[in-house]
């Protein structure tokens, strides 16, 4: 691999029930363009008294975007958001100063057998002028996503701008989140089509950067201008993240990010204290890890 990429294995974390790949942070790439925590859910069978059951848990200085292939989590939150995000939808909380949510399996999919949970969950870093901003919940149904066809690949843009498109979810710094697949193989021209770092997370399939191979279960990380050209398997899937890095450094702490550790600090000490906003009819709570 040429040292102006990297090439990144997902690494099995246990979240209690199921198993996720994590792909970012890495220890040589914090975050790529404002991206800055990406884990790979699935594909995972669900069922027999086995769902998703997130409990309440707070951010800081974070948007979270959920976005699935198969299956469908029921996001809830302490603005009030109650939405069931399903496949090819985009579900966007912004923290900004604190806010606390719950993700699980919607009740009208517990009882009904086997079913497949399958997708992403990632945070975005907020900019240092919005990381106090007040909380809020958008969504994106797959409907009003910008989709079209060209050259043998299929495009959907579920965030940001990229090849010469927009999508509804702008975000709040410059950045693009593209969902690709491939029809036909062929080869992707990225000259001038994308703006910042970008992150080629292969879900299906493979494709191949300078005689490199990047394969299901892989992220390839590079500067958008250095990535001209790749080639493309038939019934290759991937996803493109990236876009401009924030000028100053992030750092993480459980679930909060900031550009100050002593903000992270604070935070820690608030949901111990339980001062953290809360969602209506619900007590349920996640402890600070080792407490």
């Given at each position: 691999?040429?040292?102006?990429?990297?090439?990144?294995?997902?690494?099995?974390?246990?979240?209690g029930?199921?198993?996720?790949?994590?792909?970012?942070?890495?220890?040589?790439?914090r975050?790529?363009?404002?991206?800055?925590?990406?884990?790979?859910?699935?594909?995972?069978?669900?069922?027999n008294?086995?769902?998703?059951?997130?409990?309440?848990?707070p951010?800081?200085?974070?948007?979270?975007l959920?976005y699935?292939?198969e299956?469908?989590i029921?996001h809830?939150d302490?603005?009030?958001?109650k939405?069931i995000?399903?496949?090819?939808?985009v579900?966007?909380?912004?923290?900004?100063?604190?806010?606390?949510?719950?993700?699980?399996?919607?009740?009208?999919?517990?009882?009904?057998?086997?079913?497949?949970m399958?997708?992403y969950q990632?945070?975005?870093?907020?900019?240092?002028?919005?990381e106090?901003?007040?909380?809020?919940?958008?969504?994106?149904?797959?409907t009003e996503?910008?989709?079209?066809?060209?050259g043998?690949?299929?495009?959907?843009?579920?965030a940001?701008?990229?090849?010469?498109?927009?999508?509804?979810?702008?975000?709040?710094?410059?950045?693009?989140?593209?969902?690709?697949?491939?029809?036909?193989?062929?080869?992707?021209?990225?000259?001038?089509?994308?703006v910042?770092?970008?992150?080629?997370?292969i879900v299906k399939?493979?494709?191949?950067?300078?005689?490199e191979?990047?394969?299901?279960g892989?992220?390839?990380?590079?500067?958008?201008?250095e990535?001209?050209?790749?080639s493309?398997?038939?019934?290759?899937?991937?996803?493109?993240?990236?876009?401009?890095?924030?000028?100053?450094?992030?750092?993480?702490?459980w679930?909060?990010?900031?550009?100050?550790?002593?903000?992270?600090?604070?935070?820690?000490?608030?949901?111990?204290s339980?001062?953290f906003?809360?969602?209506?009819?619900?007590d349920?709570?996640?402890?600070?890890p080792?407490?």
């Open positions: 691999m040429a040292n102006n990429k990297l090439l990144v294995d997902e690494r099995q974390a246990d979240l029930k199921f198993m996720v790949g994590r792909l970012l942070p890495f220890r040589k790439k975050q790529v363009g404002p991206f800055t925590f990406i884990d790979h859910m699935g594909p995972a069978q669900m069922g008294g086995i769902y998703i059951d997130v409990d309440q848990h951010h800081i200085g974070l948007s979270t959920t699935l292939f299956g469908s029921e809830s302490s603005v009030g958001s939405q995000i399903g496949p090819g939808d579900g966007f909380m912004t923290a900004g100063r604190g806010v606390t949510h719950t993700e699980r399996t919607p009740q009208s999919e517990r009882g009904t057998g086997i079913i497949t399958h997708g990632i945070w975005v870093a907020l900019p240092k002028d919005k106090e901003m007040e909380p809020r919940f958008d969504f994106y149904p797959s996503l910008p989709k079209w066809k060209s043998g690949l299929t495009f959907k843009l579920a940001g701008n990229a090849f010469g498109k927009s999508a509804p979810l702008q975000g709040y710094s410059p950045l693009f989140m593209v969902d690709i697949y491939v029809e036909e193989a062929t080869k992707l021209d990225l000259r001038d089509q994308l910042g770092e970008v992150a080629f997370v399939g493979s494709i191949t950067d300078q005689d191979k990047v394969e299901a892989q992220m390839l990380i590079s500067k958008t201008n990535a001209c050209e790749i493309l398997e038939k019934d290759t899937q991937l996803l493109l993240f990236g876009g401009e890095p924030l000028p100053e450094e992030r750092y993480l702490l679930n909060f990010v900031s550009h100050s550790k002593e903000r992270l600090h604070q935070a820690k000490a608030d949901w111990k339980m001062v906003p809360k969602i209506a009819n619900d349920s709570y996640i402890p600070f080792g407490e």
